[in-house]
């Protein structure tokens, strides 16, 4: 990809994106997520290669298996939940996060956050392999109206949605690498963390939600500071009226 192309994820391609939408800002947002409390009933069905001829051997292996994809069920949207959402809004400068302790919450959150996310657009890190289908899966069992469509196919370029491990990656032509690289490779700092993203779960079972809100957040913060840096959101004004310096709201 020429460099002329790296470009256009830049400030001046988005603003174009919102021209063109008819919205007037942009979103940064991220997700946690944690095993849905009945995951073990539903993982799929597992079955031994059939070279396995031991019972014994049979049955460790289908263990195994299940028990691999219970661990992972965090990351599945057929087998999970979503336990928290943060996001900051241009129109208010502010980063807000949110967590759902109980799925009658979940689905209380995600109608808020299809309001937030009404007519603009969203930037996120993975959001189209993980955040999005996520948000829109957990929508679909829950029964919230989401009133958007999204074009989510990897290697097509959308108006409505911006994902920074694509565009960092130049549409996978480079590594794709993870949030916390590109924050220590750019030496972008956000608020304390008690955890990571592989913690959430964790965190979840033994009722630590506190740890789980300040986590999302910080994502937002991180994941907006990396928009800055690379265009796709206007860096701050240096002043505001009164002389005060600009700075974002972490409310």
Known sequence: MSQQKVRTIGARQVADRLDAAGVSRRVVFDIETAAHDRAA??????????SYR?????????DRK??????RAALDPDLGRIVAIGWWDEATGRTLSAIAKTERQERYLLRK?????ARAILVGYNCVAFDLPY???RSDYLGVPVARSFDLHPYRTRGDVVDLMI?????????????????????LTGPADPITGADVPAAVLAND????KKHVKRDVVITLKLARAVGVVPPLRRQQKGGRRATDSND
């Not at 009933?41 to 079955?47: D, F, K, N, Q, R």
């Not at 956050?113 to 996310?117: E, F, K, P, S």
């Not at 939600?209 to 789980?212: L, Q």
């Open 66 to 71: 299940r028990q691999e994809l219970l661990d």
């Open 41 to 50: 009933a539903w993982v799929p069905a597992v079955s031994a290669p059939g």
């Open 209 to 212: 939600w506190s740890a789980v």
């Open 167 to 187: 565009a960092l990656s130049f549409g996978g032509i480079l590594q794709r690498r993870s949030l916390s690289f590109h924050a220590d490779r750019r030496a």
């Open 54 to 62: 031991d019972p014994v051997k049979i049955a460790a292996y289908v």
């Open 113 to 117: 956050w299809w309001t937030v996310a």
């Open 135 to 137: 948000l829109l899966r």
